[in-house]
């Protein structure tokens, strides 16, 4: 898929880093006489999940609400490669503590402590920005939306998934709602019996064209619209 892509740590906060420049280079400087919004308060319930005949390939368990137990299989590490950003589209939304307990569930043990404490930096990070720009304002959404993925190495110990996503973003405040397609390459290994996260990068694109002649949805609509709806969780079949 994309090229050229850059190192965020081992695994790097991905949705922190789209979060830290979508929200805070598109909000920020976006604003009309207003300023940053809560990452606290997101808009919507959790997501739910959706699946195509069987589920064989996980997430067949939760701890702490999320997604482990996979297949042993190169469907088995798909799933578990887009649990991690499914997961991690949260992070920005919720409190440091569950923020990184959420990355040392996920990640393989010789990159547990060093993934702590790289969630930790990020989300400090965003919200020492977002509070230094003033009141904070009530509503932030923020959801990654895979749309296609690729395995380019399997074994049953390793695997390499990239996935294609679209990343959405609005907070009251903002001119208009910004989208960011990203291509994530995920290294995923086998240890206690599951898929763990050892690796992650992340570039842009590929990126479509925007749609000719169609005004963008302000913001204000826009979170109305999406107020009452519910995510989706993707869990290969």
């Known amino acids: 898929m994309a090229e050229g892509r850059s190192r965020l ?3 790097g906060p991905i949705i922190l880093a789209l979060l830290v420049g979508l929200v805070l280079g598109g909000v920020v400087a976006g604003l009309s006489g207003t300023t940053g919004p809560t990452a606290a308060d997101a808009v919507g319930p959790d997501v739910g999940e959706i699946r195509v005949g069987a589920n064989t390939a996980g997430p067949f368990d939760k701890v702490d609400g999320v997604g482990v137990g996979f ?3 190169e469907e088995g590490a798909v799933a578990a490669a887009t649990n991690l950003l499914l997961t991690l589209e949260q992070a920005g939304t919720t409190d440091r503590a569950n923020a990184i ?3 040392r569930i996920l990640a393989a043990e010789g990159s547990s402590d060093y993934l702590a404490g790289e969630m930790g930096s990020a989300w400090d990070a965003l ?6 720009n003033g009141p904070i304002q009530p509503t932030l ?3 990654t939306v895979p749309v296609g993925h690729a395995v380019t190495r399997y074994s049953p110990e390793r695997a390499t998934v990239e996935i294609w996503t679209l990343t959405l973003v609005a907070a009251a405040g ?3 709602p ?3 397609w990203e291509t994530a390459t995920v290294d995923v290994v086998w240890e206690n019996d599951d898929w763990k996260v050892w690796s992650a990068t992340s570039a842009p694109g590929p990126n479509p064209s925007p749609s000719d002649g169609i005004a963008v949805t302000p913001t204000e609509l826009f979170l109305n619209d999406v107020e009452t709806l519910e995510g989706y969780r993707y869990v290969s079949d």
């Open 9 to 11: 740590g081992r695994i």
């Open 71 to 73: 297949a042993q299989s």
């Open 101 to 103: 307990a959420a990355y």
């Open 127 to 132: 919200h020492t920005t977002i509070q230094a």
């Open 141 to 143: 959404f923020l959801r």
């Open 174 to 176: 903002m001119r208009q």
């Open 178 to 180: 910004l989208s960011t």
